[in-house]
């Protein structure tokens, strides 16, 4: 826990940035209409399930910038692309990307090696750095913040398609990106050491 709190302690640099990574779900349901009597039509409870796409947010909370993919799934594969993605455009000037992240199994610098040439996973890997997040810690990962947002603004309805989810959530993205507020992250190290002290060291 303290590793994660010490590096939202630190400034800004451009160099060696922090970037939170969290997936997310969202579910696609196809409802059922009926009209009325006034000839009003209205949804009806009942749905049919379209399956599931994965969201993928990478946020920089110092600048106030967000990247969101929605995909079919949130395998390996689907984490180290989202990451390479990051790292070939947004990052590609960084010495090194400093991750913060839950420590779910796909999570893992050696998947870039399962899914590129070894001299193309090396030089991914070397430009990276792994801050996981503790057990039943994920509430340290700011990354949930913007999912919370995201959900509260554009995903509090329902989708029936991917591309209906993925058209949103671009718009959503480009519209935070344009006006930036940084996050400040107020809980310390200090803190955590008063607050959660029955906590350690279990987190």
Known sequence: MEQVLDLYEQPYDADYPVVCLDESPKQLLDYEHFVTSTGQRCRDSAYVRRGVVELFVATEPLRGWRCLSVETDHKAATWVHFVARQLDTTYRAAKKVRWVM???STHKLSF???HFPPAVAQAYVQRMEIVYTPAHGSWLNMAEIEFSVLSRQVLDQPF????QVRRVVAQWQDRQNARPKPRNWQFKTADARIKLVKLYPTI
């Open 112 to 114: 870039f090696y399962a």
């Open 102 to 104: 839950d420590n779910l």
């Open 160 to 163: 029936t398609t991917t591309e």
